[in-house]
Each structure stands twice: as C-alpha cells, then as structure tokens.
C-alpha cells in the first residue's frame, strides 16, 4: 500500500476539518470594486480596416497602476473590466491577459478577477467577471467573441435581445459559471420611472434565464467625480439620488419589485474608473470613494462565490465598514438568517430584526470622519399591486454605541406572503434620497445599502 506523505495528509486533515467546521469560519467584511478601467479599454483608429486598437483611449492607466491604487485605497479584491470593440477579443487575448497576469504578480496581496465591460447585445452594459481557474482566459475570450455587440466590425450586427439570453445560455452551462452585474441600469432613462435600454421587464427575462449568472446591478454607479452628472447620469429628469441609481433608491421600485418575486438579485458600488479627478479626469480611483462589501475569506473562489450569493454591501464615502444584519422569528429561537441567506418562519410568526453597523477608525479619502445621521430598515412583501412596504428610521436616540458599534432591533410579524428584509443609511438629515444636481459634493451625500435577507413563511 502506498504511503501518503506526512504533509499531505496534514493537508487532507485540514481540508475535512473544514468541510465540517462552520462555513463563516476565517470570513471577513473584504471591500473590493468589479468595474475598473485600464489602457486596454482602447480607442479605434477606423481610417484602417479592420479598426487598429489604440492603446489607453478610455484610461492612460495600467492594470499594475490600477491594482496598486485599489490596495492603497483598502480594497482586497479588485475585477479588471475594460470596453470591448470591433475585434478586441483580440486585445484581450494579446494585451489584457498577460497585463493581468503581470498585474497579480505586481501586487500579490491585491486578488484580482478576469473580467470585463460586456456589450450587452439590445442593450448597454455589464461587469462581467470570470470564475477564477485553469480557463478564465479562455472563457472571457469565447464570450466576448462570440456574444458581445461591439464584437463585429459591422455596426449594430448583433443588436439583438436574442443574443443577450443565447450568451446566459451559454454561460450558464459552463463548468464555473461566470458572474454579470448589470452597469448602470437607469443612465439611459429618460424620467424617473421612464426607462431607457434597460427596463424591468428585461431584467426579469436575462434574471430568468440564468439566476446564478445575472446576478444583480450596480446600485451605485461609478463616475460619482463627475462635477456636471453624477454618475454621468445626463439626463437632469433622471439622476441619481444619492449616488444611488433610481432602481435601487426608490423604496418599492425596481429593485424591490425584483426582490418581492423572490429573485436573489443583488447590488454593489463601483468606481467605473477612467482617469481620476486628479489627473483631469471624473472619476475617483477604485476603493477611493465607492467599496463593495463581501462576506469570505480572502481567497478568490470564497469572494466569487459571496458575490454570487448576495453577501454583500455598498458603501460610499466609507460610512460603515461592517455590517451584520440578522432576522429570526421573535421568542428565543436559535434559527436566524443574514444577508444573502432566507429564513423559513411558521405564518403568523413574528419576525424580529436585529442590526449592528460599525464606523471605521481612520478618517476616509476626504480626510473626513462622517457620522451617521440615520438608518433605516425596510420590509417588502410580495402583493398583487407591486411590493408592500414597511420603513422603521433609527437615529441616535433610537441606537445603542457600543464602541464603534451601532446597534438596534425592531419586530414586527412576518409577511403574510415570502418577503425581505434590508437596511440602509446616510450621513444626510434626508429622510429619502433626493436628486443629485450639478456641482454638489459626493462626500457630503454618503449613503450604504445592504443586499436583503429573505423571508419564506411556511403553511
């Protein structure tokens, strides 16, 4: 019989030891940003057939430079999403790969995902983010080559809604199904309400034809530097509010309609970076301003695998830092749920709340120290008008400090159909988010949102 060396069965004890051991074990608030631009989002020269790419058209910046800047700004994971184009799977084969791979041994602390800004066929764009392993080059590539709508060198060839579900289909059988968050939902909307080239009703279709790849939207969009449009939301009838997208800032729109049907559709910040306010540009570095949260350990599969799950928070201007967030039925039950996760309740049931937010110790990249000025926890349920909804405000007067701890709780009953449960808060005196005009200060409109705990109620 063949003997195992000492070390390998070491290895092999720790492995079962964890398999066994409780999942949260070595897990951790790691912040991290899925939208970041390098030189590799190209500009075309199209005097040249086919278009010759040229070199930091959309950013002057390297992965390396950006990987680096992500560190400094407290970032753990950082995703490398550039522009496609006619014929940039080339780019990204030739030139992208290996600046990724000389990026990850530049900055070894930093893990950085394969990734990039899809053209979304019939539509605008999504991150999206490659599962880590032997094949994410090569998965990356067959997508962008064969679904992407800028692929082509003819204009508008794959403007095709079709298409945007023939690629879930085929992202959704591979191996380590890769992971897409839609990028500012509403940039295109011409009113609040009023919808551009994406709408609800899409979300629902691409949602339904793989949950487990589409899997949630920015809910704060990048270019929040941008002194004239937050978030280069140009359309004064549709901004943002708060930095927040409308989908997600409006209590009882998009987002929770798609959160009261029972879809785990999940949301983040981003930076969408380009080229930085200090060098000219709109947009703050990655880490710098905006920071999505994940639950897990600080190893790629751990973080890919909370995003897809949903244990997740956004965050601006590093208001919070951590986040724990647990609802269980009301009376001494040991069952509880957190973000991400679902709790089964008898009907009739009461549901009790409980939150606990911490404020960082370090000043943030504004060198300021923002307090919270109020949370609130929000409660949807299914119903056949559209979600019903429940908001319960805490203030100072309303938390307990426990250090640099907030806590509170709330019960109330439970939904009588299967709802939800999420917080969010601000460093405002707004008691909803209003509309972001020209020329005001990011930093001083900072607001977190949690992703939702769910709630099924049992018969």
Known sequence: MRTLPLLTLLALSACATRAHADPDDGRRWLAGDHHVHSEWSVDWDRSTTPPTPIRGGDSPYTRTRNAQQALAHGLSWMVHTDHGGPG??????????PALL?????????????????????AEHASLIIAPGPDE?????????????????????RNDGKL?????????TLPSPPLVFVNHPSRTATGVGQWGEVELAELRTWHDAAPQVLAGMEGAPGHQAAPAHRG?????????????????????GVWDTMLAEGRRFWITATSDSHVNQRDGGRDFDPGQYSKTYVWARHEAGDIFEGMRAGRMFAVTGDLVDALDLTVRAAGGTDRSAGIGDTLAVPAGAKLRVDLRVR???QPNFNNQRPALHHIEVIVGAG????????????GPERWKSEGRWLTMSWELPAPERAGFVRVRGT?????VPQADVPGEDPWQDLWFYSNPVFVEVTR
């Open 88 to 97: 940039h799977s080339a780019v990204t084969r030739d030139h992208a790969w």
């Open 102 to 122: 000389q990026a990850r041994q530049d900055v070894p602390s930093l893990i950085q995902f394969n990734g990039m800004e899809f053209d979304v066929p019939a």
């Open 137 to 157: 080059r090569d998965e990356l590539i067959a997508i962008e080559r064969g679904y992407s709508r800028n692929e082509p060198l003819l204009a508008d060839a």
């Open 164 to 172: 945007m579900l023939d690629a879930l289909a085929h992202m959704r």
């Open 232 to 252: 280069l939301y140009r359309n004064a009838a549709a901004p943002t509010f708060g930095g927040f997208d409308q989908m997600t800032a409006q209590i009882g």
């Open 359 to 361: 404020q960082p110790i």
């Open 383 to 394: 119903g056949d008008a559209g979600p019903q909804m429940q908001v319960k405000r805490f």
């Open 427 to 431: 460093s405002t005196a707004e008691t």
